[in-house]
């Protein structure tokens, strides 16, 4: 990329009102497949956006990206007004390098479709790994902090399990704890709930809904419930190759689509049940 | 001719000593390739080429020659480089590179197939390169790997009965000593035959396998 | 470079090429001994004899877990203790043969072990005679699986014929041992020795990778 194109960029953004996440111009390719197409998207502090949208669409890649597991082929992506995938230096946006993608990862918490837990690990370890090591907190805050969240996922009764022994739906409520023990200010729900059986859906499906009323966080979540993502969520984008062809309220999007790529999707999707 | 219990009473202590000193380098060359294994098998996944290289050809030259060879190459060749090992440090230095180097492919082999889902969220916690290795990686490679490094160690006892040919007083050279004098060479052969099978099977087996369960318990993999 | 004379070197490498067609020679025959005796103990272990199944399966496990070195010696001495004499090369072909035989044994067995069953009742419900079964339907399963180990092992029994220099069998190890007491100077010899090893065995795992392929892709087992 050179000089020419990251001048449109700016080293940070203007201080009125800053969205928690922008996406300027992004693009991710693999070879020659395009991913992502010139994506620009913004997320305000507090919102909860939900991506939808045939798989290959690219909405898991927003995410891998935003969590830093994807580098970009060109754009900036910013978080909390800061660049994520660039820094300053000198006047002008440069790559970041890895102690600035790690300041900056700091702010964003992710779960995984396959929770990702430690096995070596009890739940109440998994929790407090990062917390202890990675930000330094003293063992018996992290300790605290941890049995807490656990606590609020429902789950003080497990902590001492190591995750062979717990259910899916409670491996994905300690991954959602483990996350949150990190106190990001961007969470990230990668399809957490389609590994899962039916009959456990609803546990995780409240916890994050209980995340959405009692907290400020930003949140950023890609699903194929669309039940939920109507339900739950402030916007709702949907992806089609590799573009935004479509955003709203869940009202909307799910009430009177406008574009007939969403309305093919919805209604496939609604049939399929 | 001698019988059997006779021939035990007169060298039963020699098979002994000689046993001692198998056990011995066994012990020293193991603890060298665990080392070399696990730094040549980080580097060879390291992103940097440099270190990459350098244990590719570390590998490759000990995987591609014969352990014999190395071992005349260390103890009759290295001191005219000016390094001179005593021939019991030259013995197991060379047992202990040469297994490090099969070591090194077992640990490479392990790290990759943990799953990637779990580097995935090491990142996300935002953990260091070397905390994710350390704390979340490596852990589940050990339990992936244990079962393979029993029977790198079952050839690496075997692999120590050449440091006789440099004459390292283990229980081969024994072996070959008594069968000099006595010219019995089946009691000769065959005890230390059975000897090396009883530590084999007896000793390092139900070790690995007393590992492996521990392990794999911590891991609380039911 | 550290004393290295390029005379001494040239004097000495007719003498070392000549014994690496006997190291050469050496792992062909004993590998030769290995896949046949191998395939023996394995099918061995398959049959309805629970005695012959545990005696071999120790057997196995007994010459797996001791000094191939041993082995030689062992079997180059104890036969005149009883009459018996060998020459050494016939000794080594023995002692290396078995020795491989009980490594390529394993690799059999994992390999008639992921034929799945059903091919077995398949062959049942067909009526087929335990030959036919063995060697139309198990076996050509069973050997794609079984070839990395067989390469594996093929480069490792070139790998350790210089043990077979101890009872005296002229190859590479034997012959760089014989100039080295002759002329006092190891550098050349022993660094030769291993140059000629990585020259062999480095191409030799190579072009093994690519014949597991090019069979695999032969039997239409690879989409």
């Known amino acids: ?273 | 001719m001698m019988s059997y219990s006779a021939f035990l009473t007169e060298y039963g202590p020699r098979f002994l000593d000689g046993a001692t000193v198998t056990a011995i380098q066994t012990v020293l060359a193991a603890i060298l390739a665990i080392v070399i294994a696990l730094v040549a098998g980080l580097m060879r996944l390291s992103a940097n080429v440099v270190p990459r290289w350098v244990a590719t050809t570390y590998i490759e030259i000990f995987r591609g020659t014969s352990l014999l060879v190395q071992l005349y190459w260390i103890f009759f060749v290295l001191p005219l480089f000016g390094i001179t090992l005593e021939k019991f440090t030259a013995g197991f230095v060379a047992v202990g590179m040469n297994l490090g180097a099969y070591g090194a492919e077992l640990v490479r082999g392990a790290i990759l197939s943990v799953p990637r889902g779990q580097w995935e969220a090491a990142i996300a916690l935002n953990m260091t390169g070397a905390q994710r290795m350390r704390r979340i990686i490596l852990p589940q490679a050990m339990v992936i790997m244990l079962p393979p490094w029993g029977n790198l160690l079952i050839e690496l006892l075997k692999g120590t009965a050449l440091v006789s040919l440099i004459a390292v007083a283990d229980l081969m050279f024994e072996a070959k000593q008594i069968n000099g004098t006595t010219f019995l060479s089946a009691q000769a052969f065959g005890t230390a035959l059975i000897i090396y099978y009883a530590m084999a099977r007896f000793v390092i087996t139900p070790a690995m396998r007393g590992l492996e369960r521990r392990m794999r318990r911590r891991l609380s993999r039911a | 470079m550290f004393d290295w004379r390029w005379d001494f070197t040239l004097n000495i490498l007719p003498r070392l090429i000549e014994a690496t067609g006997n190291t050469l020679l050496a792992a062909g025959i004993g590998y030769a001994i290995a896949v046949v005796i191998g395939l023996a103990l394995a099918l061995a272990q398959r049959t309805p004899f629970r005695a012959l199944t545990l005696a071999v399966r120790e057997a196995v496990e007994f010459i797996r877990s001791t000094p191939l070195i041993l082995q030689i010696f062992f079997v180059f001495y104890v036969g005149p203790q009883f009459g018996i004499r060998l020459s050494p090369w016939v000794a080594g072909m023995i002692a290396i043969g078995l020795h491989y035989a009980s490594y390529l044994s394993e690799v059999y067995r994992g390999g008639l072990d992921s034929v799945p069953r059903g091919q077995w009742e398949a062959c049942a419900a067909l009526n087929l005679s335990p030959a036919r079964t063995y060697f139309r339907v198990i076996i050509p399963q069973a050997l794609p699986p079984s070839l990395a180990g067989m390469g594996n092992y093929l480069v490792g029994i070139f790998k350790d014929t210089p043990m077979l220099s101890v009872i005296g069998v002229a190859e590479l190890m034997h012959t760089a041992t014989a100039i080295g007491s002759e002329s006092y100077r190891y550098l050349e010899p022993y660094t030769l020795v291993g140059l000629i090893f990585l020259a062999i065995s480095l191409p030799s795992a190579a072009l093994i990778r690519a014949f597991e392929a090019w069979v695999r892709k032969k039997l239409g087992m690879t989409r």
């Not at chain 1, 969590?67 to 660049?83: A, Q």
């Not at chain 1, 300041?103 to 964003?108: C, Y």
């Not at chain 1, 690990?121 to 790994?129: V, Y």
Request: proline share 5%; net charge negative.
């Open chain 1, 1 to 273: 990329m050179t000089d020419q194109d990251m001048s449109k960029y700016p080293l940070r953004l203007a201080d009125d009102k800053v969205p928690m996440v922008r996406f300027m111009n992004v693009t991710k390719r693999y070879g020659d497949l395009v991913v992502l197409d010139s994506l620009d998207l913004d997320v305000d502090e507090g919102e909860m956006v939900t991506v939808i949208g045939p798989s290959g669409s690219g909405k898991t890649t927003v995410l891998r990206m935003l969590m830093t597991l994807e580098t970009i082929n060109g754009g900036v992506i910013y978080v909390d007004g800061e660049p994520l995938t660039h820094m300053e230096k000198g006047g002008r946006l440069v790559p970041a390098d890895r102690r600035h993608i790690r300041r900056m990862r700091a702010n964003i918490g992710m779960c995984f479709q396959h929770f990702n837990l430690f096995p070596h690990m009890t739940a109440l370890e998994n929790c407090m790994e990062a917390p202890v090591h990675v930000l330094g907190l003293p063992k018996a805050e992290a300790r605290d902090r941890s049995i807490e969240l656990l606590g609020m996922v429902g789950l003080e009764d497990k902590v001492d399990q190591h995750p062979a022994r717990l259910s899916g739906g409670q491996q994905q409520r300690v991954a959602i704890a483990r996350a949150l023990a990190m106190r990001p200010k961007v969470m990230l729900f990668d399809e957490v709930t389609s590994a899962l059986d039916p009959e456990v859906i609803g546990e995780v499906t409240n916890v994050i809904r209980k995340l959405v009323d009692q907290h400020n966080l930003t949140m950023l979540m890609v699903t194929h419930q669309m039940g939920f993502a109507k339900e739950i969520s402030d916007r709702v984008c949907f992806f089609y190759d590799g573009k935004i062809e479509e955003q709203g309220p869940p009202s909307e999007i799910f009430g009177s689509p406008q574009k007939e790529r969403t309305q093919q999707f919805l209604s496939a999707v609604l049939e399929a049940g």
